[in-house]
T-cell receptor, first 115, second 112 residues
Framework: EAEVAQSPRYKITEKSQAVAFWCDPI?????LYWYRQILGQGPELLVQ????????DSQLPKDRFSAERLKGVDSTLKIQPAELGDSAMYLC?????????????FGPGTRLTVT | GENVEQHPSTLSVQEGDSAVIKCTYS??????FPWYKQELGKRPQLIIDIRSNVGEKKDQRIAVTLNKTAKHFSLHITETQPEDSAVYFC???????????FGTGTSLTVIP
């Protein structure tokens, strides 16, 4: 069964450093989401792509976060500079988002620790 | 935007008993309500979902009910087993492809 892939699984970085996360969605899924999940809370959307276009980035801290999906397939989320408050799980999800298919499939996540 | 509240935050039940988790949402336009199970250190996985044109859906030991008028939906797990222990998240979505607004999660422990 196809799954969403993410790397790295774990990342420890010092504050003010740059970090990048990668996501490869399920083949054929046009919609890709990046969520941030703080321990003990539900995931919160950072950015949503439809193919290569950003659909919603209203909750993305654009002064330090950036995301791209250049060819409409895999995606990269970057933080520069990282702050202590960025420590969280970063989840990528993808969805077919057509033909009545609503389900979002999640990747295993990247656990970020900022020291 | 949509606001989803989830209760309780923790729930312990004896093996074989039923568990019920409740969520409320604020935006009457929401029309899709999935439930995810997340085991420690693992990805959230969809266990059941319901659309706004349906009042109830069942899949073996798991069921979800939706009350559109009251804007709340519930997850029911019957004959609980230790492997049901996990964090469960409800979510609401406005339209196909739109973001999910998640609840804060319920940590379910099934005591053998």
């Amino acid at each position: 069964e196809a799954e969403v892939a993410q790397s790295p699984r774990y990342k420890i970085t010092e504050k003010s450093q740059a970090v990048a996360f990668w996501c490869d969605p399920i083949s054929g899924h046009a919609t890709l989401y990046w969520y941030r999940q703080i321990l003990g809370q539900g995931p919160e959307l950072l950015v949503q792509f439809q193919d290569e276009s950003v659909v919603d980035d209203s909750q993305l801290p654009k002064d330090r976060f950036s995301a791209e999906r250049l060819k409409g397939v895999d995606s990269t989320l970057k933080i520069q500079p990282a702050e202590l408050g960025d420590s969280a799980m970063y989840l990528c999800a993808s969805s077919l988002a057509r033909g009545g298919s609503y389900e979002q499939y999640f990747g295993p996540g990247t656990r970020l620790t900022v020291t | 935007g949509e606001n989803v509240e989830q209760h309780p935050s923790t729930l312990s039940v004896q093996e074989g008993d039923s568990a019920v988790i409740k969520c409320t949402y604020s935006d009457s336009a929401s029309n899709y309500f999935p439930w995810y199970k997340q085991e420690l250190g693992k990805r959230p996985q969809l266990i059941i979902d319901i659309r706004s044109n349906v009042g109830e859906k069942k899949d073996q030991r798991i069921a979800v009910t939706l009350n559109k008028t009251a804007k709340h939906f519930s997850l029911h797990i019957t004959e609980t087993q230790p492997e049901d222990s996990a964090v469960y998240f409800c979510a609401a979505s406005l339209n196909t492809g739109n973001q999910f607004y998640f609840g804060t999660g319920t940590s379910l422990t099934v005591i053998p």
